[in-house]
């Protein structure tokens, strides 16, 4: 499968590219675009103060590398941490196909036993995507993952929002599981939920902070994706660069973090934030 969030190759690349996808390639590139923004610019500073062209990435249930192998095609190496051993055999495969095998490594574990296979303090920036709602600890998960940061580094955190799941359930005509959601300690709106766990902008930002990170920004994921109809998106002419353009208005927007099906957090260790 082609990566559709292909950033270029050289790792020596103007401030002017972008690792956002080109939005007439794929749908779901939508739906991580500002995440994918953010963390250029993350990357960008960590490269800029440091004087290194390749840093040194964690990838926490970083999966088949739809994160992973992008950034190592700027140049970075990556580590990939996973359970699943049919994801890892999947990252290492896209890996090769996207030339970049030499600069991403898959290892099986988890966020609780994280330095059983990884360095203390070893990277420059930590990715944490879709990997809270499933910890038993998501505090215990957090202080894991903020452990495996160098002294300056940053941590992209990306976890399921509550608002979002009560939305889209109301919407859906579900009115007492978006109820249900809305007053679940942990989001859920039954018993047939997939998720684990939601949490608000709030929470998020109260876990960062309590591992001892700076929270630099918190964006609003998928506000709009995932509640327009996708034959509008794929039909109407201009409809993808529009709503792409409009979800990145609004992501940095307290008042939609509310209505989020994801929620990203940057947080920045401390000397990081001004640079």
């Known amino acids: 499968m082609s990566d559709p969030m292909r950033p270029p190759v ?69 580590t990939v941490v996973d359970p699943s051993p049919n994801a890892l055999f999947a990252l290492e495969r896209r890996a090769a196909e996207a030339d970049v095998a030499d600069r991403v490594r898959g290892v099986q574990g988890d966020a609780r036993g994280l330095f059983d296979v990884v360095e203390r303090g070893g990277y420059d920036a930590v990715l944490c995507h879709g990997v809270l709602e499933y910890v038993d600890d998501p505090a215990e998960g957090v202080r894991n993952v903020v452990a495996a940061l160098r002294a300056e ?6 976890a399921a929002g509550l608002g979002g799941a009560v939305l889209a359930r109301a919407l859906a005509g579900h009115f007492g599981e978006a109820r249900q959601a809305l007053d679940d300690p942990d989001g859920r709106w039954g018993t ?15 876990l960062v902070e309590a591992a001892g990170l700076q929270v630099g920004a918190v964006h609003g994921v998928r506000i709009f994706a ?17 709503l792409l353009e409009l979800e990145a208005a609004a992501a940095e927007r ?14 920045e260790t401390r000397g990081t934030h001004e640079v």
């Open 10 to 78: 050289s790792p020596h690349r103007s401030r002017t590219t972008s690792l956002r996808p080109d939005p007439s390639r794929s749908r779901a590139a939508l739906r991580t675009a500002v995440v994918w923004d953010v963390l250029q610019d993350a990357l960008d500073r960590r490269v800029k103060a440091t004087g290194r062209q390749v840093l040194d990435v964690l990838d926490t249930g970083g999966g088949s590398g739809n994160f992973a192998v992008p950034v190592a095609r700027l140049g970075h190496r990556v």
């Open 153 to 158: 580094g940053v941590l992209s955190l990306l």
């Open 192 to 206: 047939g939920d997939p998720v684990p766990r939601r949490f608000t902008a709030e929470q998020l930002t109260a």
């Open 226 to 242: 995932d509640l327009v109809p996708g034959v509008l998106v794929d039909t109407e002419p201009g409809a993808m660069d529009a």
């Open 254 to 267: 307290p008042a939609f973090h509310a209505v989020a099906t994801q929620l990203h957090v940057l947080g």
